[in-house]
């Protein structure tokens, strides 16, 4: 048995306790590559502390590629600030001992909150899945080998558009259910830029096991600030952007040589905002940021939904930091 000194408060604790506006919110990290963006990696962790997030994530590079990484700033997390670190764990390219030893790093430094994930073929996302030969095959094997472990909460992915391998919704949804059999708390969606597509999986879990379907299915939100980027983005994670949508960041961007990041950004935060909105009136639990490390687009979409951020930021800061 893996145990923490100071087991960390759990994620559904932290989704029923006093928060800022109308709705939790958290956010999602990805390690730095360099010196420069750890830096401003740490200038929008600052910013985010002051606005209190239920909790933060730190994603697991590609087919396990930035592991050490990953898990000294989870542990810098947990350790110089205030927020409460989610760390995600993929089982790709690991065996069984090395997500046990991974799971122990983590206990060591106080983190107790871990998204299990199975994760992608390392280089192309859509190729071939091979399991390690001494790891395990699904997300739900690696929940339960956490818990087995010790005292831990798991969180787990789902896929309000079905996941790319599984060959139709229904398949994907008992995926889902039966992760959340296997001791899971909570889900955290893929992004997605439908809000009916949340609704449906919604009802779809909670048509296939109404106590599972009860737990917290946070949806997965990226304010758009280039279209360039939500490209691949949406590619790369199977998400659909819908055609109107579409058209409507296609005007923004304008038909010159680069795109208008300005009139863009300013489209990605209002239609953000306007997905947070419908969200937040369909009852949802938490709304999850993905902030690609910086603050300021997130900070721009709480404020419209009526978090103070001004009075969050210090008086020589007033406007978030990048
Ligand atoms: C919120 C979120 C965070 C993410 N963070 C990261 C990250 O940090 N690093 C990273 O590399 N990737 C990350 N991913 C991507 C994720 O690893 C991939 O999408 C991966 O392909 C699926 O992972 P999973 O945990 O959902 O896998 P699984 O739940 O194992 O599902 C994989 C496929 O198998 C099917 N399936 C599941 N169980 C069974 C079963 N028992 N029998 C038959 N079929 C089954 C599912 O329908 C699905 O098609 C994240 C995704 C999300 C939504």
């Not at 506006?21 to 401003?40: N, T, W």
């Not at 107790?112 to 994930?117: M, S």
């Not at 449906?200 to 379907?213: C, H, T, Y």
Request: proline share 7%; glycine share 8%.
């Amino acid at each position: 048995m893996i145990s923490s000194a100071t087991p960390a408060p759990t994620i559904v604790d932290r989704l029923s306790a006093p928060h800022h506006g109308p709705v939790p919110f958290s956010v999602e990290f990805f390690p730095p590559k360099d010196a420069e963006a750890e830096a401003r990696l740490w200038r929008a962790v600052r910013t985010f502390e002051r606005l209190g997030p239920a909790f933060v994530s730190m994603t697991y590079g590609a087919g396990g590629s930035t592991r050490d990484r990953t898990v000294r700033i989870t542990g810098e997390l947990a350790a110089q600030t205030t927020l409460l670190p989610v760390a995600h764990l993929t089982a790709v390219n690991h065996s069984v001992d090395e997500l046990r030893a991974l799971v122990g790093a983590y206990a060591d430094q106080g983190i107790t909150n871990l998204l299990a994930l199975r994760g992608d073929p390392p280089g192309n996302p859509l190729g071939e899945w091979i399991k390690h030969p001494d790891g395990v095959e699904y997300a739900e094997d690696l929940v339960r080998l956490i818990r087995e472990l010790g005292d831990f909460h798991v969180g787990v992915a789902s896929f309000p558009e079905g996941h790319h391998r599984a060959p139709d919704l229904e398949h994907d949804t008992r995926a889902l259910v039966n992760k959340l059999r296997a001791g899971a708390e909570y889900s955290i969606t893929q992004m997605f830029f439908d809000v009916e597509h949340y609704l449906r999986l919604r009802d779809r879990l909670v048509a296939a096991d109404p106590e599972q379907g009860a737990k917290p299915l946070i949806p997965g939100l990226m304010p758009i600030t280039s279209l360039a980027t939500v490209r691949r983005m949406a590619e790369l994670s199977g998400s659909v952007i819908p055609d109107d949508v579409q058209q409507r960041f296609a005007v923004a961007a304008g038909d010159g040589p680069q795109e208008n990041r300005e009139a863009v950004r300013a489209v990605g935060i209002d239609f953000a905002t306007e997905m947070a909105q419908r969200l937040v009136a369909e009852g949802v639990p938490c709304l999850h940021f993905c902030s690609l490390n910086f603050a300021k687009a997130t900070s721009e979409v709480l404020e419209r939904l009526g978090v103070d951020v001004r009075s969050a930021m210090p008086a020589a800061t007033a406007t978030p930091a990048s």
